[in-house]
């Protein structure tokens, strides 16, 4: 498996609490993900990053925002959780050619009560 | 939002049987890859097609991309309860570079 890890790997927490979650790669990909993944919608992009300091919206970005002030870092925050965001988040890397590989992370389950 | 649809949802076979997972696009598609996730676990990369009416092998798994890139399939020859999971089709969007779109998935269940 690729070098990423997901902090925390599981979250509880409560609705209007912001929320931070953590992902990390040791492989120096260019490109970096966030997905969540939810019962009868399979993966869907969060938003996605192609550099440092450098992100864009993926197909369910209302209520996320994103960071990258390292190669090595990607965080997902959500700035007042509601229920709608409980999910399982997944970040992946790739090195960057189009339709390069997806690497994966081991994922974060996120329940906002 | 997502251009491919995947079908069946659900597969439960008797170990020994074969078994079959497709996507189906309107468009035509630059490539199509395809992933697995096993229950509890994260996608991970099986192979990718870019050829029209391209066909790849991996062992009992049988891949092919649709002469008019439009379509994907994924055949399970005697499908063993290691195969159990998710399988997922996933292809580049068209006006950014590396956005991916994945299908909805079918979740097979192999019955020993």
């Known amino acids: 498996d690729a070098g990423i890890t997901q902090s925390p790997r599981h979250k509880v927490t409560e609705t209007g609490t912001p929320v931070t979650l953590r992902c990390h790669q040791t492989?120096?990909?260019?490109?970096m993900y966030w997905y969540r993944q939810d019962p009868g919608h399979g993966l869907r992009l969060i938003h996605y990053?192609?550099?440092?300091?450098?992100?864009d919206k993926g197909e369910v970005s209302d209520g996320y925002s994103v960071s990258r002030s390292k190669t090595e870092d990607f965080l997902l925050t959500l700035e007042s959780a509601t229920s709608s965001q409980t999910s399982v988040y997944f970040c992946?890397?790739?090195?960057?050619?189009?339709?390069?590989?997806?690497?994966f992370g081991p994922g974060t389950r996120l329940l906002v009560l | 939002g997502q251009q491919v649809m995947q079908i069946p949802q659900y597969q439960h076979v008797q170990e020994g049987e074969d078994f079959t997972t497709y996507c189906n696009s309107s468009?035509?598609?630059?490539?199509i890859q395809w992933y697995k996730q096993r229950p509890g676990g994260h996608p991970v990369f099986l192979i990718q097609?870019?050829?029209?009416?391209e066909v790849k092998k991996q062992k009992r798994l049988t891949f092919q991309f649709g002469e008019a890139k439009k379509n994907s399939s994924l055949h399970i020859t005697a499908t063993q309860t290691t195969d159990v999971g998710t399988y997922f089709c996933?292809?580049?969007?068209?006006?950014?570079?590396?956005?991916?779109?994945f299908g909805t998935g079918t979740s097979l269940t192999v019955i020993p």
């Open positions: 996933a292809h580049p969007g068209w006006n950014t570079g590396n956005q991916f779109y």
């Open positions: 492989e120096n990909h260019r490109y």
């Open positions: 990053s192609y550099g440092v300091k450098d992100t």
């Open positions: 097609l870019v050829k029209s009416g």
């Open positions: 992946a890397i790739s090195e960057g050619r189009q339709g390069e590989t997806q690497y």
């Open positions: 468009t035509t598609l630059s490539n």
